[in-house]
Nanobody, 116 residues
Framework: QLVESGGGLVQNGGSLRLSCAAS????????MSWYRQVPGNERELVAT???????NVTDSVKGRFTISRDNAKSTVYLQMNSLNVGDTAVYYC????????????WGQGTQVTVSS
């Protein structure tokens, strides 16, 4: 089970930190990702962090967003800085077991709204 938190309303240029707490499995072996989705659009990959800690973010958020994980707390974070209206979306946490990609899970999503 994945439970996101930290979304909300923020002004243009502001910051938010999303959290995703996992339960029920060995968190440290999962690849963790953040996706976002705007109504009418496909879900977009924002950032990924491997079990070993290697992280990648999509070009549109590079330099502004940072993904990190705390295996002791079974939690993955997305630090979002310099937010703009284009970042407004529902943000979803995703977990995937690299050795068996069909074993994957989604959180319920958390709304991020950036006002101009």
């Amino acid at each position: 089970q994945l439970v996101e938190s930290g979304g909300g309303l923020v002004q243009n240029g502001g910051s938010l930190r999303l959290s995703c707490a996992a339960s029920g499995s060995i968190f440290s072996v999962y690849k963790m990702s953040w996706y976002r989705q705007v109504p009418g659009n496909e879900r977009e990959l924002v950032a990924t962090i491997a079990p070993g800690g290697r992280a990648n973010v999509t070009d549109s958020v590079k330099g502004r967003f940072t993904i990190s994980r705390d295996n002791a707390k079974s939690t993955v974070y997305l630090q979002m800085n310099s937010l703009n209206v284009g970042d407004t979306a529902v943000y979803y946490c995703h977990a995937e077991y690299p050795k068996l990609p069909t074993m994957n899970y989604w959180g319920q999503g958390t709304q991020v709204t950036v006002s101009s």
